[in-house]
T-cell receptor
């Protein structure tokens, strides 16, 4: 299957700093990428949908000014957690959509980024 | 609104025995259904999906799932479990209507433990 990478795989930062997470589709072009957040032993919660060349669509309750998403190219989306606080500590997972038709596309997921805010 | 339910938090099965991980769905229109597996501290790996056609879908690693429209279910199955199948399994749904967006709606996950 297609490969999606995330960098970094883990990061520890001080409260108040900003952290950038990259999501790349390595062997396909992704018109749409998604950012999820996962708490321990819980399901994935969709944060936002990112389309190349346009503004991200955020889910209700997700602060767009805190979680900045940039989808600069068909293979790269970034999530920046601004002024991070301990409650932002979580496992962040991106996915990339391969294919344009809703009947044949598949979402491939990155390995995730573990963020710990001290 | 679209949703999936995974009624079991954990499923335990002995190696070599058949396994079933349950999933039921609720969606407007025809559903697109997916199964993903997650190993500790890893992202999700795609196992299989149902779009249309044959109700029995075969996927990766010997897994299969059966779409049952009357019971609104999409249970994941494997004839003979392996210890290495132990992981967290997620069922997901997405409506087939293109104006509903492309994001997946995940169940809460079922932890599968296969014992030697």
């Amino acid at each position: 299957g297609a490969v999606v990478s995330q960098h970094p795989s883990w990061v520890i930062c001080k409260s108040g700093t900003s952290v950038k997470i990259e999501c790349r589709s390595l062997d396909f072009q992704a018109t749409t990428m998604f950012w999820y957040r996962q708490f321990p032993k819980q399901s994935l919660m969709l944060m936002a949908t990112s389309n190349e060349g346009s503004k991200a669509t955020y889910e209700q309750g997700v602060e767009k000014d805190k979680f900045l998403i940039n989808h600069a190219s068909l293979t790269l989306s970034t999530l920046t957690v601004t002024s991070a606080h301990p409650e932002d500590s979580s496992f962040y997972i991106c996915s990339a959509r391969e294919g344009r038709e809703i009947s044949t596309d598949t979402q491939y997921f990155g390995p995730g980024t573990r963020l710990t805010v001290l | 609104a679209q949703s999936v339910a995974q009624p079991e938090d954990q499923v335990n099965v002995a190696e070599g025995n058949p396994l079933t991980v349950k999933c039921t769905y609720s969606v407007s229109g025809n559903p697109y259904l997916f199964w993903y597996v997650q190993y500790p501290n890893r992202g999700l790996q795609f196992l299989l999906k149902y779009i249309t056609g044959d109700n029995l879908v075969k996927g990766s690693y010997g897994f299969e799932a059966e779409f049952n429209k009357s019971q609104t279910s999409f249970h994941l199955k494997k004839p003979s479990a392996l210890v290495s199948d132990s992981a967290l399994y997620f069922c997901a749904v997405r409506p087939s209507l293109s104006n509903s967006g492309y994001a997946l709606n995940f169940g809460k996950g079922t932890s599968l433990l296969v014992t030697p």
